[in-house]
């Protein structure tokens, strides 16, 4: 294709060199409305025939989205450090000298959640040094009441039984495959069993349950299950990952060592 008139002044200004010219050069240029018309016909038929620039643009963009929110969620978990982290009405597991903490924020009746059941399983096997925090997030309540129960069950477990007796109960939840609305009282109640008798249901869990969706509103969570991997003590910008969704027990790894410390250069 021949060049025009325009594109050969686009050209000898600088203006299509790689954008080498300076704000001060560019100030100076100066188009007619013609030329201005035709400089826009030269770019669509450009992007016409390389709609790849298109998806590239867009790619960058989602990124930078991507980075900006992340930037955004781990300064406000900086914030909330003490409310992820020390809350004893939250069931915990693992040493509580822990160097580094995975928190997640999860429903029983969330299927992406119940996906990641074994990769966290997994995960802590690979990673016993490790506190693993479990925020009972039933955003699923008001359309399957499964979910608040579930919930509520959980956390009467953590308090009257322990971190091992939670975590039987928690497992066995997920391994029923029941999930989006087939979790039913009865799998509840086997696998409550399964960590032993509780004592008479109580409502006192509501408050911790309300907690931790306020503490989750605050952090920007929209969803379960939500992830973040970060260091006990001295959190910083550069140490803290947030996960919104799902993750693959690799990228959470990944989060660990760097939360520890142990990120190669």
Known sequence: MKLNNTLKMMITTGMIVSGLTTAAEQATISFTPAQKASIG??????????????????????????????????????????????????????????????????????????????????????????????????????RWEPSLMAAKTGLQIWQEKG??????????????????????????????MQSGNLKSKNDSMLEVLSRTDSLAQSLGLRGTPAMIVMPTKDAAADNVTVMAGGADQASLQKAINKAAGNVKK
């Open 163 to 192: 971190a091992d007796a939670y975590l039987t109960y928690h497992n066995a939840l997920y391994a029923t495959g029941h999930n989006e609305g087939r979790l039913t009282p009865s799998d509840i109640t086997r696998a409550e």
């Open 41 to 142: 016909e030269v770019a669509k038929e450009y992007l016409l025939t390389h709609p790849e620039v298109l998806v590239e643009v867009s790619r960058k963009l989602q990124i930078q989205q991507q980075e900006k929110q992340q930037q955004a969620m781990t300064a406000v978990v900086l914030e909330h450090h003490d409310e992820l982290l020390n809350d004893k009405a939250t069931p915990t597991y693992g040493p509580r000298d822990a160097k580094v903490a995975v928190i997640e924020f999860f429903d029983y009746q969330c299927s992406v959640c119940a996906r990641q059941a074994p990769v966290i399983k997994s995960l802590m096997k690979a990673n016993p040094q490790v506190r693993y925090v479990f925020k009972e997030w039933p955003i699923f309540a008001q």
